[in-house]
């Protein structure tokens, strides 16, 4: 079965970068897109990129655009999510899925924090 | 970026009785291949999204056929026949057309 396994919870610095890991499983990696969604504490979704495991184009959310960096290793069939120059607003749990949401990671917290 | 609308944003449900979740979008979600790129999700309490519908009205693999979705260009609706007690969570919409994808504000759905 299709799985998608997270890096563990992160607790970060004002400033710092996070890199996060989605490993997945069950499927052909490059078969599907890898989205990266983030939830702040009590709030909704919100989509923040994407990447073709394909072909590595990505696709990113623009009030992010110059702090994250999306990748993939196909050897490892591992998708990554780095953001730089965290700040507090951050906070939140972020999840990378596959295809359209077709199937999501558990989900890892990263807290910025001074 | 486009705006997604759900209404209501709480819905308390007997067990059994049917319940309906609204999504408006700020713009059409058709594409020029015929497809309409509207999506459903829930998020239970604890856990992670979970894709319910897809394009609109398609289910997903393994979701209960209680579940519908209808509507097209900019007028949405996810249709539950009979909620159960596993429904409860939080139910998202989101369009996946225009960049950067949106999701609605959510809809929490209890039981009564």
Redesign the interface.
């Known amino acids: 079965q299709v799985q998608l396994v997270q890096s563990g919870a992160e607790v970060k610095k004002p400033g710092a970068s996070v890199k996060v890991s989605c490993k997945a499983s069950g499927y052909t990696f490059t078969s599907y897109d890898i989205?990266w969604?983030r939830q702040a504490p009590g709030q909704?979704?919100?989509?923040m990129?994407w990447i073709s495991a394909y072909n590595g184009n990505t696709?990113y959310?623009?009030k992010l655009q110059g702090r994250v960096t999306m990748t993939t290793d196909t050897s490892t069939s591992t998708a990554y999510m780095e953001l730089r120059s965290l700040r507090s607003d951050d906070t939140a749990v972020y999840?990378c899925?596959a295809g359209?949401?077709?199937?999501?990671?558990?989900?890892t917290l990263v807290t910025v924090s001074s | 970026d486009i705006v997604m609308t759900q209404t209501p944003l709480s819905l308390s449900v007997t067990p059994g009785q049917p319940a309906s979740i609204s999504c408006k979008s700020s713009q059409s979600l058709l594409y020029s291949d015929g497809k309409t790129y509207l999506y459903w999700y829930l998020q239970k309490p604890g856990q992670s999204p979970q894709l319910l519908i897809y394009e609109v009205s398609s289910r997903f693999s393994g979701v209960p056929d209680r579940f519908s979705g209808s509507g097209s260009g900019t007028d949405f609706t996810l249709k539950i026949s009979r909620v159960e007690a596993e429904d409860v969570g939080v139910y998202y919409c989101m369009q996946g057309i225009h960049l950067p994808w949106t999701f609605g504000q959510g809809t929490k759905v209890e039981i009564k």
């Open positions: 989205s969604v909704g979704l919100e989509w990129g696709n959310a623009q999840y899925s359209t949401g077709d199937y999501w990671g558990q989900g």
